[in-house]
């Protein structure tokens, strides 16, 4: 419930303030070794596992600088993306994960993105996929920071 608050909230805040959107909340999935660990808790399938096992999810927001600089030349479509997720996390709870041996810690992205939104087209077909696609984060590189210090991913998804 809280979520789908803070998701309205977010969106009707942006269209007050602005009147446009201009941080999108996005997502992005990879595939962990953790969800062999625990299968009933984090998917004994690979399609279960993109809804479960959240050591794979990255919880975005991004926005283009541009939308904010009108005059600073960046394009409208090439957004900087902030990036959340967890690792190492087998069970609900912290302490559980770790009387499993597991240290769960956070870690934090930084990275690029496509509003694919803003990018112009007049096929309405093509702008339709592009409004529904772009809750997704596109692969790119990507800083990420965690306990364990900064680390570059060249394709991070």
């Not at 941080?23 to 479960?52: D, M, N």
Request: hydrophobic share 35%.
């Amino acid at each position: 419930m809280v979520g789908n608050i803070a998701g309205s909230v977010i969106y009707l805040g942006q269209i007050a303030l602005w009147d446009e959107v201009r941080i999108q909340p996005k997502f992005s999935f990879h595939y962990t070794s953790l969800a062999r660990v625990r299968p009933e808790l984090l998917g004994s399938t690979r399609s279960e596992s993109w809804l479960k096992d959240y050591n794979g999810q990255t919880y975005w927001f991004s926005g283009s600088p541009g939308t904010f600089f009108k005059n600073s030349g960046w394009p409208a479509w090439l957004c900087l993306s902030i990036g959340y997720g967890i690792h190492d996390m087998v069970s609900a709870e912290k302490e559980k994960s770790i009387e499993r041996g597991y240290r769960p810690y956070r870690q934090y992205y930084l990275s690029l993105d496509i509003d694919l939104t803003k990018i112009k087209t007049k096929s309405k077909f093509v702008r339709t996929i592009g409004f529904f696609a772009n809750s997704i984060k596109i692969p790119a590189p990507a800083l990420q920071f965690s306990k364990k210090g900064i680390d570059f991913k060249p394709f991070y998804f």
